[in-house]
């Protein structure tokens, strides 16, 4: 999943960019609202993390831009003040959730888990194509019933792919969503294929088939037909 933090307290935006890296997720982080407004023309984001208090206006007058530019995006506000106000307005304004500084990491986590299953997943726990299902409560991917052991970029590879099944998903859009910011110094796609093939390469051990065909010079499109 990919995840924007607008935050501009430094030791909390990178407590929250560390412990969602740590669990796999590709975090992008702003301290204004004139960052996190270019990094929104930039990405496509799961879901957004958004402080009210910012140096240079309030988190909530961003929810539009957000609204306008992230189609299916979660949004999650985050306020030192436990003010009543700022919550209605901000739900008002399309954010989906709420939380009062100061909280817990597990308690800021479930709240995204719960957002990324109701607006990623519409509401799903598991992610079936075929006889690949994805579990994403427990971030276990099984092939029939057998455990795939998958890195956590190739969890997110696969995860990719299925969200996006019969879709040609060019080489530039994969890495984007695999390595965000990151890919502005990569000048080549070479790295992709590694993942691609040890994925390929598990799935098949375990008797999987391969839905994964390429599209010659443009990328590829996971397929069962
Ligand atoms: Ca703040």
């Not at 009062?100 to 800021?108: C, M, N, R, V």
């Not at 092939?143 to 057998?146: F, L, M, T, Y």
């Given at each position: 999943m990919?995840?924007?933090i ?13 412990f969602?890296k ?6 992008i982080?702003?301290e204004?609202i ?5 990094k929104l023309?930039?990405?496509q984001?799961d879901?957004?993390i958004?402080?009210i208090?910012?140096?240079d ?10 609204r ?22 901000g ?7 709420y939380l ?9 986590n479930?709240?995204?888990?719960a957002l990324i ?9 598991v992610?079936q194509f ?12 099984y092939?029939?019933?057998?455990l795939?052991m ?9 995860l ?15 890495a984007?969503?695999?390595w965000?910011?990151?890919?502005d110094?990569i000048?080549?796609?070479d790295?992709?294929?590694t993942?691609?093939?040890n994925l390929?390469?598990?799935?098949i051990?375990?008797?999987?088939e ?6 010659h010079?443009?990328g590829y499109k996971?397929?069962?037909?």
């Open positions: 990919k995840l924007l607008i935050e501009d307290e430094t030791e909390l935006r990178n407590t929250i960019s560390d969602f740590k669990n796999g997720e590709l975090v982080a702003a204004n004139a960052e996190a407004e270019d023309l930039r990405h984001f879901v957004i958004l402080d208090t910012l140096p206006g309030s988190g909530i007058d961003i929810l539009p831009i957000i306008d530019s992230q189609e299916n995006s979660g949004v999650l506000i985050l306020s030192a003040k436990n003010s009543l106000d700022d919550k209605i307005v739900l008002d304004l399309g954010a989906d959730d009062t500084k100061p909280f817990h990491l597990a308690e800021l479930s709240r995204i888990k299953r109701r607006k990623v997943f519409k509401g799903e726990k992610i075929n006889e690949i299902s994805i579990n994403l409560s427990e971030n276990q991917t092939i029939n019933d057998s795939l998958l890195t956590n970029k190739e969890f997110t590879l696969l990719y792919l299925i969200n996006n099944k019969n879709r040609v998903l060019t080489k530039e859009s994969i984007e969503h695999l965000g910011d990151n890919i110094f000048d080549n796609y790295f992709i294929y993942h691609i093939k390929r390469k598990k799935i051990a375990k008797g999987g391969d839905y994964l065909k390429t599209i010079g443009i996971y397929t069962s037909i």
